[in-house]
């Protein structure tokens, strides 16, 4: 495909068909269009930093498998 845009008439079809393609439309576009001046949420950002940072932990108890399958008692 060349580097010109192409047009799709849309107009030819239900506007199920219509409002499916332009779902798939805007999905190829996120998936293989990198937006450079993309702004991170505060959100994205908190998490981001939240990944980075290493989470100290005093001990790592592992249960046996007897104790993961050990029936509770409801009593």
Known sequence: MSKL??????SILPDDAGKLLMDFYD?????????KTKNKSAMDKEF???ISESIEVEEIVIPT???IHERK???
């Open 65 to 67: 498998r007897e104790e």
């Open 27 to 35: 999905f190829l576009v996120k998936k293989y269009v990198k937006n």
């Open 48 to 50: 981001d930093k939240f």
């Open 5 to 10: 845009a192409r047009r799709i008439d849309l």
């Open 73 to 75: 008692s409801l009593c």
